[in-house]
């Protein structure tokens, strides 16, 4: 079950006790009962923790638990009408023009059922035969003999009080490589692949759940010898439960080809075939469970194809020994082994904070213990560390992991895992919760902060009233709960992503573990239909669908689901005349993505109770007029809705909206005036900027208000029609806002053949750019399609000292602006620069980086102080500058010191489409240490590249001019395309892959002669090609090479 009786009952018994306090009891006429159910809940909150445990192997405490949870839905679903009832007669007295004198507080409206008499008599019964079940559950739990386990803080494993040591984001590893084992499994399982000798067609790795596959498998599909021997490499992600369609349609994609929707059986395999037959190709099945998917969908295709292309191979991760062999292909089988000692107890460590290095011979010994408890699997010892990483270097805590019961638990059914169900038995209930939910999300749905931590807020979890003070720290409590199922790898991050937050996944063992653990309350429809969970439509509270490609029909499955709090649904659903939303009256949550509703969306307003609504690539052309009803409403995502045409003028009367999301939708859609009230808004995403001419549309002024904001996205900002409107907008008032993107619209009114006209547009947008500066706390900041010739002054050297908190930057399509403002460099945190399609630029002079010594404020140069430009800027990407001629960057001199390098932090550069004739002495230094990846893309007059110390990963691509490259000792891995004029490549000793590739090319380059790469990619002309595969002189260039690659291009 999603919801914890512990979390649970801590919220209901929060909600009574405020009923007290506001005399609720007492104007409803029921204080006895009030003070009975008080009672009831306290008494049975003292065994509850036990009750969670025994449910999961004794069926008569399933049914126990399933009853006691019934009443709290019913008790919350109470509580919510009263709300509701209270906010219509509140409304009534105002519109009467009576002023209420009640006291603050979560249920005080209810003092307004005074006014309806027979809605206090209705609650007041409800009340009562509530209280009435809770005393005949209580009266039964005595069969069952449950212990007080104490609160959660009693009775959880002793934890290191202030999580100090926890692991921050930005340290996470994206996978669990260690040790020489898996490195030497990688390249003998890639010399089995591109060994044409070798009479296999299948490859398969085998072993149990969470001992590496996939890892090992996704090593193999990276390793350098693989991209370079097969031209097509697809990866597939089996499901239990797939769609044959769709595995079709993502191979074709993966190939390079793309047949949108198509549904025709004979034709996705046919162009599969051809696809797969115009070049040598690697395909990887991820997680098969049985052969159906290579029997009945990709055998015929895959074995016609590697027909025309002998040496292709399929690569199958499965449980299954005998998997391979049921395919009925020539196959090569290796077993993944446990971890030993050695790389489990590195692993182990890895998870700990960098600070925690354990040094304690005993507490290893405790380690090695909790290890071997695991199995040396690697996933299970990953959970394991996560845990420990909550808890202090003491060995009564570590001791107390390895001693718990749950490694004991008999009768256990086959989906849980030990270690898994130990991390799951250490979390608060608050945060099994939210574990649980994640579950709901479909196998291959990346798991988004920023969305996921909306659902745990709508459905309750995060224990705070949105009417109380406390409604500020709800996203902040939500947050730390994500990152702290990250911290114990219950959830895997794979990237992050600034508007959304991070993206996670979760490994099938650990889902397999949740999905089991909701299965009574919880129906999982996978993609091919077929449904898991519970089949009792009285008892399903959650329900997630897809997402597949097949058409459902909403009276078949969904029409009966009576009780649902939360539905998920990701497929196109068939709609018949008379479809409503009315009996998904309990929804808390509502997702319907990708699903032509618009027929249905009068009957959303039916939906008294939610408080999440997803309507995402839909057809609707508007929402329900009566929208306003809605009161509990705190989500609207309506990305890509590109029909919707306007927002209902109720929705201003929505006053709990926390999010309003219209990214990609239609751009000129109609937002009423008076959303500056909706002052709990904190994010509001693609806000269409329009010039108001007293139509009632919303203007930009109006975002003034909401200072609650924490994201901000807006476009059309050329429609805004002085900068006061701007200024009225309030935005570097917003303390709470950390992610702000300006966007203007891609033409904008440049197009104008009037240069005065040009001119005063281009003033108006510099003035309001300049009105539109970001608040202090800004964390990442995106203006896009600007079109004044001038950044603004809040960006210069003195303004932009106080962005202490900017990690990001992107100035993108800015067609006029000459010059990039010289304060960049004064951002003490910023991490990632970029600036794109900004063809105006030609110069880019010292003050960019700065000198260490600026000058401070009046420029008053006997003020001084030393500063390192750019002290934390690790990713640099100028893309676009496409008249850029000059970079004027000297080296330091040899007095300063190698910490006042500028940028000294920068990882990865990016340089592409500019006239630059060489890299500045300033950047090219011998000081610099930490820069990994260079990457030079079409510098047309680009001549040399040279001293570049540090760097591992070299592209240089379309650089007709380029003749040197040199100063590389690091360099490990180099690509140089068509740049046929390259004479030199020396002082680069370290290199192991080369690709060069220019179909042009006559004759190799001299310079192969003095480099030897382990491995060698030349793709080259028919001409130069048959040459070389005939012997001629050419060869000697590279015949040093032990493994050269050449394809003709």
């Known amino acids: 079950m999603v919801a914890i009786l512990d979390a649970f009952a801590s919220y209901i018994q929060k909600l009574l006790t405020e009923m007290a306090v506001n005399k609720v009891d007492m104007l409803l006429g029921v204080p006895a009962e009030i003070e009975k159910l008080e009672r009831n809940m306290e008494s049975l909150k003292d065994f509850l923790a036990d009750a969670e445990r025994k449910r999961i192997t004794d069926k008569s405490v399933q049914r126990w638990v399933r009853k006691l949870k019934d009443a709290m839905y019913n008790a919350t679903d109470i509580i919510d009408l009263c709300q509701l009832e209270a906010d219509k007669r509140r409304e009534s007295s105002q519109d009467d023009g009576v002023e209420e004198d009640v006291p603050l507080g979560c249920i005080q409206p209810m003092l307004f059922c005074l006014r309806n008499p027979k809605f206090a008599h209705k609650i007041a019964s409800r009340i009562k035969e509530l209280n009435q079940h809770l005393e005949d559950i209580y009266k039964e739990a005595g069969k069952f003999n449950f212990i007080n386990l104490g609160s959660y803080q009693e009775w959880r494993m002793p934890t290191h009080a202030e999580h100090s040591n926890r692991k921050a984001m930005s340290e996470f590893d994206e996978s669990a490589i260690v040790g020489k084992k898996i490195e030497r499994d990688t390249r003998g399982l890639a010399q089995v692949l591109t060994n044409a000798k070798l009479n296999i067609q299948v490859v398969s790795i085998v072993g149990m759940g969470g001992i590496g596959k996939t890892i090992l498998a996704q090593k193999i599909f990276k390793e350098a010898t693989i991209q370079k021997h097969f031209k097509i490499k697809i990866w597939l992600s089996i499901t239990q439960h797939f769609d044959e369609n769709e595995l079709l349609r993502s191979a074709i994609k993966h190939a390079g080809r793309d047949l949108g929707e198509e549904r025709d059986m004979s034709l996705l395999v046919r162009t599969l075939t051809d696809t797969l037959s115009a070049n040598q190709f690697l395909v990887v099945m991820d997680d098969m469970w049985s052969d159906h998917a290579w029997r009945d969908v990709l055998s015929v295709p895959i074995r016609n194809a590697c027909q025309q292309q002998p040496g292709s191979r399929v690569v199958v991760t499965t449980r299954f020994e005998d998997l391979a062999k049921r395919m009925g292909a020539c196959f090569h089988q290796h077993h993944v082994s446990p971890l030993n000692n050695e790389d489990a107890w590195s692993l182990l460590n890895k998870q700990l904070p960098p600070n925690q290095v354990v040094e304690n011979d005993h507490l290893k010994d405790v380690g090695m213990k909790i290890i071997k408890k695991c199995g040396n699997l690697p996933l299970a010892v990953k959970v394991m560390g996560g845990l420990l990483s909550m808890k202090s270097q003491s060995e009564s805590e570590w001791e107390a992991v390895l001693s718990h019961r749950a490694w004991s638990v008999d009768g256990l059914p086959k989906e849980i895992d030990n270690p898994i169900y130990l991390s799951y038995e250490d979390l608060s209930p608050e945060l099994k919760q939210c574990f649980l939910y994640c579950s709901l999300l479909p196998k291959g749905t990346v798991i988004i902060d920023g969305l996921v931590t909306s659902m745990w807020i709508s459905e309750g979890f995060i224990n705070a009233d949105i009417r109380s003070s406390d409604s500020d720290q709800l996203e902040e409590t939500a947050n730390q709960y994500y990152r702290e199922l990250i911290t114990r790898n219950l959830i895997e991050p794979i990237k992050e992503h600034s508007l959304t937050g991070y993206r996670c996944t979760m490994h099938d063992v650990v889902r397999s573990f949740a999905e089991f653990m909701v299965r009574e309350e919880a129906l999982l429809v996978a993609q091919d239909g077929k449904a898991t969970g519970s089949t009792n439509n009285s008892l399903v509270r959650r329900m997630s669908v897809g997402p597949t490609n097949l058409v459902l029909e909403w009276g078949a499955i969904l029409q009966k689901q009576v009780s649902l709090r939360t539905l998920i649904i990701n497929c196109r659903i068939n709609f018949k005349p008379g479809d409503s939303f009315t009996n998904l009256s309990r929804l808390r949550v509502f997702c319907l993505n990708g699903s032509d509703c618009d027929s249905l969306v009068d009957s959303l307003c039916r939906l008294r109770h939610l408080r999440y609504l997803s309507l995402e690539n839909t057809n609707i052309s508007r929402l329900p007029e009566s929208i306003g009803r809605m009161k509990f409403l705190q989500h609207i995502m309506l990305r890509r809705s590109r029909n919707l045409e306007k927002l209902p003028r109720s929705i201003i009367e929505l006053v709990h909206l926390r999010t309003i999301n219209l990214i990609n939708s239609n751009a000129n859609i109609v937002i ?17 900027v329009h010039m108001d001419l007293d139509g009632g549309w919303c203007s930009l002024e109006e975002i003034g208000p909401l200072s609650q904001l924490r994201c901000l996205t807006t476009h059309g900002l050329e429609n805004v029609s002085s900068s006061s409107l701007a200024e009225k907008a ?41 009105q539109l500066c970001p608040p202090s706390r800004i964390q990442d900041l995106i203006i896009q399609g600007y079109f004044g010739r001038r950044l603004p002054n809040w960006m210069t050297a003195l303004a932009t000292a106080a962005f202490k908190s900017l990690r990001y930057l992107t100035l993108q399509n800015l067609p006029c602006c000459t010059r990039l403002p010289a304060g960049l460099c004064r951002l003490p945190c910023l991490e990632r620069l970029r600036v794109e399609h900004a063809s105006a630029i030609k110069r880019v002079g010292p003050e960019f980086q700065a000198p260490s010594s600026l000058v401070e404020a009046g420029g008053n140069s006997d003020t001084t102080t030393s500063t390192v430009a750019f002290p934390h800027l690790t990713e640099l990407r100028l893309d676009d500058l496409c008249e850029w ?37 300033g950047l090219a230094s011998s000081k610099r240490h930490t820069l990994r990846q260079l990457y030079l893309y079409e510098l047309t007059n680009l001549i040399f590249v040279e001293n570049f110390p540090s760097v591992m990963d070299l592209d240089v691509f379309d650089c007709p001019k380029l003749k040197r490259i040199s100063g590389f000792p690091m360099l490990q891995k180099i690509r140089i395309f068509r740049c046929p004029n390259i004479e030199v490549l020396e002082d680069a000793t370290s290199i192991n892959s080369l690709e060069l590739k220019d179909a042009t090319m006559e004759t190799l380059p001299g310079y192969l002669r003095g480099v030897k790469p382990m491995y060698l990619h030349l793709g080259c002309g028919k001409k130069l090609y048959e040459s070389l595969v005939l012997g001629s002189s050419e060869w000697d260039k590279i015949s040093h090479i032990k493994t050269p690659t050449i394809d003709c291009l």
């Open 672 to 688: 009423p005036k008076g959303l500056g009230g909706l002052t709990n808004l904190r994010k509001l995403n693609g806000f269409p």
């Open 730 to 770: 309030k935005i570097s008032s917003k303390e709470n806002l950390w992610y702000l993107e300006l966007n203007w619209s891609k033409s904008g009114s440049m197009g104008s053949k009037d240069e005065i006209e040009k001119r005063q547009q281009q003033r108006a947008a510099e003035e309001i750019l300049e």
């Open 885 to 921: 001629e000059d970079w004027d960057w000297e080296e330091q001199g040899e007095d300063e010191t190698a910490g006042a390098i500028a940028m000294a932090a920068l990882k990865k550069l990016l340089i592409k489409k500019c006239k630059l004739s060489r890299l500045p002495p």
